[in-house]
């Protein structure tokens, strides 16, 4: 649908991008139950698309290196107006079904740098799905996944029951920090006790603390331990969903839910999904990872979303948005899949795309000019 008419073409365009070039054989992509549908960034028609393989039905026109798009996106009625006053689409939803050609005639158009012959391979833009002449140029960054931190979980300190009420403690001589619902443990102290509030005192310090069993401990060596973790000093990056990797006592495959205090990713207080498992005193080497990528420094090119990156320590992934920066360029990145551990800077890579398996088949004058449209054919040419 092209809106009301507010022109004149002294020439008819030859066709809209993803139309049928020919009346030649095509096949389309065989999928299961339920596929193929539009990923959550949606699809876009007259692009290369790749399936997501880890559920085989989720569809993008973003790809991740090695490999080549699975298929081409035809114009068939399959795009949807969704923007107010917009005339018209070639935007699939999420979630809509989408039909991906693997052979077959079709229009695309030439998005550089170069013209597209006769013959000519067409690349796939991993960032975009777009149709090139050549590979998009990648980047090459300087970049960190996670953190290393200086960090602690609850306290230590020394514990006499409060007289006449067996369900108050006070806690004094404190090493560390007393968070509501952490477990308190020590000599006089039930298994399983936590502490339910602070009655009075130095705020998450020295002071009146309410259990929720009964004690009898009188000045003896009490340790608090729960889901707070206190961070001291860090080099990189804490994001929320990075899973926390510590020494005895912490808990196993935690992630970071929150921030509760202190510098945005840097030194303070944060929330973790699982308790520890005892009191951890200051301890060096505790590291965050996930899936937030912080670009400290670019070498050459720029970044894309789509963009798959390639590092030593890295995941195989690429790269879902930009958080903050500079547009392609220095900043905080998310990336599809999270990291398995900390990566300190490392020099990283990204691939701009891949050859598609198609060729150019230009046939008139002009046909496969920069910005213009073109045949492309999987029959040979």
Same mark, same amino acid.
């Given at each position: +649908?092209?809106?009301?008419?507010?022109?004149?073409?002294?020439?008819?365009?030859?066709?809209?991008?993803? !139309?049928?070039?020919?009346?030649?054989?095509?096949?389309?992509?065989?999928?299961?139950?339920?596929?193929?549908?539009?990923?959550?960034?949606?699809?876009?028609?007259?692009?290369?698309?790749?399936?997501?393989?880890?559920?085989?039905?989720?569809?993008?026109?973003?790809?991740?290196? @090695?490999?080549?798009?699975?298929?081409?996106? *035809?114009?068939?009625?399959?795009?949807?107006?969704? %923007?107010?006053?917009?005339?018209?689409?070639?935007?699939? @939803?999420?979630?809509?079904?989408?039909?991906? *050609?693997?052979?077959? !005639?079709?229009?695309?158009?030439?998005?550089?740098?170069?013209?597209?012959?006769?013959?000519?391979?067409?690349?796939?833009?991993?960032? !975009?799905?777009?149709?090139?002449?050549?590979?998009?140029?990648?980047?090459?960054?300087?970049?960190?996944?996670?953190?290393?931190?200086?960090?602690?979980?609850?306290?230590?300190?020394?514990?006499?029951?409060?007289?006449?009420?067996?369900?108050?403690?006070?806690?004094?001589?404190?090493?560390?920090? /007393?968070? &509501?619902?952490?477990?308190?443990?020590?000599?006089?102290?039930?298994?399983?006790?936590?502490?339910?509030?602070? /009655?009075?005192?130095?705020?998450?310090?020295?002071? %009146?603390?309410?259990?929720?069993?009964?004690?009898?401990?009188?000045?003896?060596?009490?340790?608090?331990?729960?889901?707070?973790? %206190? &961070?001291?000093?860090?080099?990189?990056? /804490?994001?929320?969903?990075?899973?926390?990797?510590?020494?005895?006592?912490?808990?196993?495959?935690?992630?970071?839910?929150?921030?509760?205090?202190?510098?945005?990713?840097?030194?303070?207080?944060?929330?973790?999904?699982? @308790?520890?498992?005892?009191?951890?005193?200051?301890?060096?080497?505790?590291?965050?990872?996930?899936?937030?990528?912080?670009?400290?420094?670019?070498?050459?090119?720029?970044?894309?979303?789509? !963009?798959?990156?390639?590092?030593?320590? +890295? @995941?195989?992934?690429?790269?879902?948005?930009?958080?903050?920066?500079?547009?392609?360029?220095?900043?905080?990145?998310?990336?599809?899949?999270?990291?398995?551990?900390?990566?300190?800077?490392?020099?990283?890579?990204?691939?701009?795309?891949?050859?598609?398996?198609?060729?150019? +088949?230009?046939?008139?004058?002009?046909?496969?000019?920069?910005?213009?449209?073109?045949? /492309?054919?999987?029959?040979?040419?």
């Amino acid at each position: +649908m092209g809106g009301f008419q507010n022109r004149v073409n002294l020439v008819l365009p030859p066709a809209v991008e993803g !139309d049928f070039a020919s009346a030649n054989p095509r096949a389309t992509l065989l999928a299961g139950p339920g596929a193929l549908v539009a990923g959550p960034s949606g699809v876009l028609v007259g692009k290369f698309a790749w399936v997501n393989p880890s559920d085989f039905t989720t569809t993008s026109n973003q790809g991740t290196a @090695p490999n080549a798009p699975d298929g081409f996106v *035809h114009r068939d009625q399959q795009a949807l107006i969704t %923007v107010y006053l917009e005339t018209a689409s070639q935007a699939i @939803p999420e979630g809509f079904p989408v039909t991906l *050609h693997n052979a077959g !005639d079709f229009w695309v158009k030439n998005l550089g740098p170069s013209a597209l012959t006769k013959g000519a391979t067409v690349y796939a833009g991993y960032a !975009d799905g777009g149709a090139y002449s050549s590979a998009p140029a990648g980047a090459s960054v300087t970049a960190t996944l996670g953190s290393t931190n200086t960090a602690a979980i609850g306290s230590t300190s020394t514990g006499t029951v409060v007289a006449g009420n067996a369900n108050q403690i006070t806690l004094s001589s404190v090493t560390g920090k /007393i968070y &509501v619902g952490d477990t308190i443990a020590g000599t006089g102290v039930p298994a399983n006790t936590a502490i339910t509030a602070q /009655i009075s005192g130095t705020a998450n310090g020295a002071g %009146v603390y309410e259990t929720s069993n009964q004690t009898t401990a009188a000045a003896a060596t009490i340790t608090t331990f729960g889901t707070t973790l %206190v &961070v001291s000093a860090t080099t990189g990056l /804490i994001s929320v969903g990075d899973t926390v990797a510590g020494g005895a006592g912490f808990p196993v495959a935690a992630t970071v839910v929150s921030q509760i205090s202190g510098t945005s990713g840097g030194a303070g207080s944060y929330q973790l999904s699982a @308790p520890a498992t005892q009191y951890v005193a200051s301890a060096t080497g505790v590291t965050t990872y996930g899936t937030t990528l912080n670009v400290t420094a670019v070498g050459s090119g720029t970044l894309a979303i789509g !963009d798959p990156i390639t590092g030593t320590n +890295m @995941p195989a992934t690429s790269i879902a948005s930009q958080i903050s920066g500079t547009a392609g360029g220095v900043g905080v990145y998310s990336l599809f899949v999270p990291g398995t551990q900390y990566v300190a800077s490392e020099a990283i890579t990204t691939a701009g795309g891949i050859a598609s398996g198609w060729k150019a +088949m230009p046939t008139n004058q002009g046909d496969g000019a920069v910005g213009s449209l073109v045949k /492309i054919t999987t029959w040979g040419v």
